[in-house]
């Protein structure tokens, strides 16, 4: 049975259109039609009648197959695009199974990698606490999501399981990543920084040296090892007045011992690297790379001015320039017979050096235009004596850190002061600058790329200090303090492990670039690479920003996709990810059934 739409021509010229419903039948060999009903001149109906009729048929169905927009429902909308590639790299390491294997011995009543990995997604796209999480965790796309509702504490649990299983976890990764991104360990970088926390019930939560600028919260001091590339090896915690030095020995062993690595280059800054620890680290056979920041006699003025010149120094990408210096114009109580020093520039450092120091003069300067107002007004009581008020000007100047570039008198009630040019000029030469130092027999280029990465380390260093900024702390004890810091070094290795596979694949189209043969038409390629030359901060603020749509039609629940952007479709492509499917299935919801 059918609808049949027949067209008759009148002897008017005009044509009419009549709707019949029609029934095919068979007799005998013969196939033949018979009229059923008749709708008369479809052309007298409007558009609107004609979709009432067809949903007045369709109400007669048990199971419909099609529907107007009606129909469609839209529910909610969800963060899409980093849960979608972090399941992808997460399939691709055996994540589940291997924390799963960790645990078999273990009495576990959920699913530990589920939260592990929603806590992972978590930190990637908007850090936040686990309450929050909680909280809005609906509003994030998990796949294999049909494991039982969500559990608060799991959360916290997930943290306690995590850390009894770190050793083995952390060296099933990089067994792992080797095998996957084909690389040898032949440098390792290592940096430590602290964060602070809330309260006073954290057993290693101590007073130390307070790298975050608050000396009146109680921290723990964060070590992290690294892969030339960035990818984190390890990592430890440690008591928040363990001095630097101090943490050296024990990341050292555990690189020889858990992930069996013989030979490879320490990379680190100065605080680490005193003579104790380089003993240990010749005893080990790894030379090392070390950074110097701070003023001093290896960094001395003597050696910026006599390097001024930046003709001199070679330029790499990522605005940072080189030179190698004699050994014999650095300062350096323990320069050892191998030692060689490469002093290094940096364009963007020295103009925030510059901007940094025009500020706090400036800020100097108006403060004493303050003071002098104060002065100038009448008081009661004794006068303030030239004493007091030059303890005043040096109490000024130090809070700004211009002591040595501004020159005060007070004379006759009057405060007046003068730019030390001499002071400044030769701070100048300071600005962007540091020293590296090596006993390696690296080429320089490479040594500088090695320390380089290390400085980007520190960036994964404010993603883990994040977490601990949200909320008190009153009822974390030691594990889960650790446990935390294990979820956020998860989340910074696979933003690393997507910048490490994108960027392969962009130093191949490179390659292919620079091979052709039309001049215009490689350096338009160089060009658009360029644009392209993307981190894995970048990408992951991308796919932050994908979102699907979450809806019911007939019966049914599902996500419909939107493609990803051109730049995002590019990175997938690199990435090995296929895009997913332009509507994805969730249920049925009138059975409640998973699809």
């Not at 001149?41 to 529907?67: A, K």
């Not at 936040?128 to 796309?141: A, C, G, R, V, W």
């Not at 080990?284 to 920041?293: A, N, S, T």
Request: some cysteine; proline content about 4%.
């Amino acid at each position: 049975m059918f609808a049949q739409v027949v067209s008759t021509k009148r002897p008017d010229g005009r044509t009419y259109r009549y709707m019949h419903i029609v029934e095919s039948y068979r007799e005998g060999k013969t196939v033949k039609k018979r009229r059923i009903a008749s709708l008369g001149n479809i052309d007298n109906y409007s558009e609107q009648e004609i979709e009432q009729f067809i949903r007045t048929l369709e109400s007669l169905l048990q199971n419909r197959t099609s529907g107007s927009i009606e129909d469609f429902d839209p529910k909610s909308t969800l963060s899409f695009g980093v849960p979608y590639v972090v399941q992808f790299l997460w399939d691709q390491l055996g994540l589940t199974k291997a924390i799963e294997t960790g645990l078999k011995d273990r009495q576990v009543t959920f699913d530990v990698a589920r939260y592990v990995k929603a806590m992972v997604c978590n930190r990637l796209m908007n850090p936040s606490s686990k309450l929050d999480l909680f909280h809005t965790i609906e509003d994030m796309y998990l796949p294999e999501e049909e494991g039982e509702s969500w559990q608060l504490q799991h959360f916290y649990r997930a943290l306690d399981h995590l850390m009894d299983m770190k050793p083995e976890l952390e060296t099933f990764i990089y067994q792992r990543l080797t095998d996957l991104l084909n690389f040898r360990l032949s440098l390792v970088l290592y940096d430590l920084t602290s964060t602070h926390l809330s309260g006073h019930h954290c057993p290693i939560g101590k007073h130390g040296y307070s790298r975050t600028h608050r000396p009146d919260l109680e921290q723990v001091e964060l070590g992290l090892l690294v892969t030339p590339d960035g990818l984190p090896i390890t990592h430890e915690v440690f008591a928040g007045n363990t001095p630097d030095k101090k943490t050296v020995k024990e990341v050292l062993e555990r690189l020889k011992k858990d992930f069996s690595v013989e030979q490879c280059v320490f990379v680190g800054d100065r605080g680490m690297v005193t003579k104790k620890n380089t003993e240990l680290l010749a005893a080990l056979e790894y030379p090392y790379i070390v950074g110097y920041h701070k003023r001093g006699r290896v960094v001395s003025d003597t050696l910026l001015a006599q390097y001024g010149d930046l003709s001199l120094y070679t330029e790499l990408r990522g605005n940072l320039s080189y030179l190698e210096v004699p050994a014999s114009a650095v300062e350096d109580d323990e320069k050892g017979q191998d030692a060689r020093y490469i002093l290094c520039y940096n364009p963007l450092k020295a103009k925030a050096d510059e901007a940094f120091r025009t500020s706090a003069l400036e800020e100097a300067e108006q403060a004493l235009v303050d003071y002098q107002t104060w002065l100038d007004k009448p008081h009661r009581g004794r006068k303030a004596s030239t004493q007091s008020i030059m303890l005043k000007v040096s109490d000024i100047l130090t809070k700004k850190g211009v002591q040595g570039f501004l020159e005060v008198e007070f004379s006759e009630q009057k405060l007046s002061y003068t730019w030390n040019e001499a002071a400044l000029a030769k701070e100048a030469l300071r600005d962007g600058k540091f020293v590296i130092k090596t006993n390696t027999l690296l080429p320089a280029e490479q040594v500088v790329t090695s320390y380089k990465t290390l400085m980007n380390v520190e960036r994964a260093f404010r993603e883990i200090k994040n977490f601990l900024d949200v909320g008190p702390v009153y009822h974390w004890n030691e594990k889960r303090v650790r446990g935390h810091i294990f979820v956020c070094v998860l989340a910074y290795l696979f933003e690393q492990e997507i910048q490490v596979m994108y960027r392969r694949g962009w130093a191949q189209q490179e390659q292919e670039a620079e091979q052709m043969t039309n001049a215009d038409e490689r350096e338009q390629r160089l060009e658009e690479l360029n644009d392209r030359w993307y981190t894995g901060e970048r990408i992951m603020k991308d796919l932050s920003r994908w979102h699907v749509m979450k809806a019911e039609f007939l019966g049914k629940e599902f996500l419909s996709v939107p493609p990803p952007p051109q730049n995002l479709s590019e990175v997938l492509k690199a990435l090995g990810i296929p895009l997913p499917a332009k509507a994805i299935q969730l249920r049925n919801t009138s059975s409640g059934t998973l699809v």
